[in-house]
């Protein structure tokens, strides 16, 4: 039955994707490109619509199923009904965004208050612990922690969703792990959900890559976004080790990676934070030539390998997984070399053919 619903979640995502095309022009609700726009087109925004339809019908076909008695599991828990609230007021607030636009300072109140939310209904961040150190519990740090986590990251996937594809297989990569996580923690109704998000989330990916005819805008990153933070939050709580967050931020690691080092590489270089700009990893390879495609793919094979070497940390002793997060933190350093690298290589060849084209007139 999960895998019929995540079907049933896959189909609705497409098609409501492809009516929301139609809307979008119709209405007007394109993305413009601008200084920070990967595409040279306006393109339909509204894609999120679709993940968005996907994952209600999904959920409200679990719950007839559980009636009805062809599901074993309870569907709308506590966890789901708060991760689903929170996710629906952020795609509610990428929906007005898409359409009408939000002030920045706007949206993350928005973001705070959903944020708030899940932390009175006990959702937190509750200890941090690595390797053999800790654990130490937050008392009432715990608070602050959890609101910037899941503030920060709505922000970071939000951020990143800036080519075809990228959002939509990374948070199908991101949900597809922590289904195996919760499976692991005998969590059904998290397995659920999880695979019903993924399935909208695939489901809108044919509009989308490789050649994008919509994006998913607002609704559908701001969503994501949250309900990704939620899992981690949530596992997290569930796990019989306190150690267990660092293996589910280990699953986020690409997109926390980019997003970190972009914002500390702006930071030294005095830059405006709030600006828009083009100069995550992803958007410089953009930059350099490659397509969105094989960026797309390139990202996706990072977050496979990532989340392997989460579920092995889970798996290991201690020995092994220092040597665990000392592999991902080289794989990570050595693709930014890699992109500074093509980047100079580039600037390289520029020099030359400058010089060479000077040359030549004189």
Not at 111 to 114: E, I, M, N, P, T
């Given at each position: 039955?999960?895998?019929v619903?995540?079907?049933v979640?896959a189909?609705i995502?497409f098609?409501?994707t492809e009516l929301s095309?139609?809307?979008?022009?119709?209405?007007?609700v394109?993305?413009v490109p601008?200084?920070?726009?990967?595409h040279?087109?306006p393109v339909?925004?509204?894609?999120?619509?679709?993940?968005?339809?996907a994952?209600?019908?999904?959920?409200?076909?679990l719950?007839l199923?559980?009636?009805?008695g062809?599901?074993?599991?309870?569907?709308l828990?506590?966890?789901?009904v708060?991760?689903?609230?929170?996710?629906?007021g952020?795609?509610?607030?990428?929906l007005?965004d898409?359409?009408?636009g939000l002030?920045?300072?706007m949206k993350?109140?928005m973001?705070?208050?959903?944020a708030?939310l899940?932390v009175?209904?006990?959702?937190r961040?509750?200890s941090?612990?690595?390797l053999?150190w800790g654990?130490?519990?937050?008392g009432v740090l715990?608070?602050?922690v959890?609101?910037v986590?899941?503030t920060?990251?709505?922000?970071?996937?939000n951020f990143?969703?800036?080519?075809?594809g990228?959002?939509?297989?990374?948070?199908a990569?991101?949900y597809?792990?922590?289904?195996?996580f919760?499976?692991?923690?005998?969590?059904?109704d998290l397995v659920?959900i999880a695979l019903?998000?993924a399935g909208?989330?695939l489901?809108f990916l044919?509009?989308?890559?490789p050649k994008a005819?919509?994006?998913?805008?607002d609704?559908?990153?701001l969503?994501?976004?949250?309900t990704l933070?939620f899992?981690v939050?949530?596992?997290?709580?569930?796990?019989?080790?306190p150690?267990r967050l660092?293996?589910?931020?280990?699953?986020?690691?690409v997109?926390?990676?980019d997003g970190g080092f972009t914002l500390?590489?702006?930071?030294?270089?005095?830059e405006?934070i709030?600006?828009?700009h083009?100069?995550?990893?992803y958007?410089r390879?953009?930059?350099?030539g490659?397509?969105?495609a094989?960026i797309?793919?390139l990202?996706l094979?990072?977050?496979?390998?990532?989340?392997?070497?989460?579920?092995?940390?889970?798996?290991?002793g201690?020995?092994?997984?220092?040597?665990i997060?000392?592999?991902a933190?080289?794989?990570?350093a050595a693709?930014?070399?890699?992109?500074?690298g093509?980047?100079?290589r580039?600037?390289k060849?520029?020099?030359?053919?400058?010089?060479a084209a000077s040359?030549e007139?004189s």
């Open positions: 039955m999960l895998w619903v995540f079907l979640s189909l995502a098609g409501v095309i139609a809307l979008s022009h119709r209405q007007g394109l993305d601008n200084v920070r726009s990967s040279s087109q339909p925004r509204l894609g999120g619509v679709g993940i968005l339809a994952v209600l019908v999904s959920v409200a076909l719950a199923l559980r009636r009805w062809f599901v074993a599991f309870p569907v828990r506590r966890d789901v708060v991760m689903l609230v929170a996710g629906m952020m795609a509610a607030t990428g007005y898409d359409f009408h002030r920045p300072g993350y109140l973001q705070f208050l959903l708030g899940i009175g209904f006990g959702y961040v509750e941090l612990a690595l053999q654990p130490w519990s937050l715990s608070i602050a959890t609101v986590w899941l920060g990251f709505v922000n970071v996937f990143m969703d800036g080519i075809n990228i959002s939509a297989t990374t948070a990569a991101y597809a792990f922590f289904a195996v919760a499976a692991n923690q005998g969590r059904t659920a019903v998000l909208g989330c489901g044919p509009l989308n890559f005819r919509t994006f998913m805008g609704t559908g990153s969503m994501l976004g949250m933070a899992y939050v949530r596992l997290a709580q569930l796990a019989p080790a150690d660092v293996s589910l931020v280990l699953v986020c690691a997109y926390l990676w500390v590489r702006r930071l030294c270089r005095g405006n709030f600006q828009a083009r100069s995550h990893l958007q390879l953009v930059q350099l490659h397509s969105h094989r797309t793919i990202y094979m990072l977050h496979v390998l990532m989340g392997g070497l989460a579920l092995a940390y889970v798996r290991s201690m020995g092994l997984r220092a040597a997060l000392a592999f933190l080289m794989t990570l693709f930014t070399l890699t992109v500074y093509l980047e100079r580039a600037t060849i520029y020099l030359r053919a400058g010089a040359g007139k």
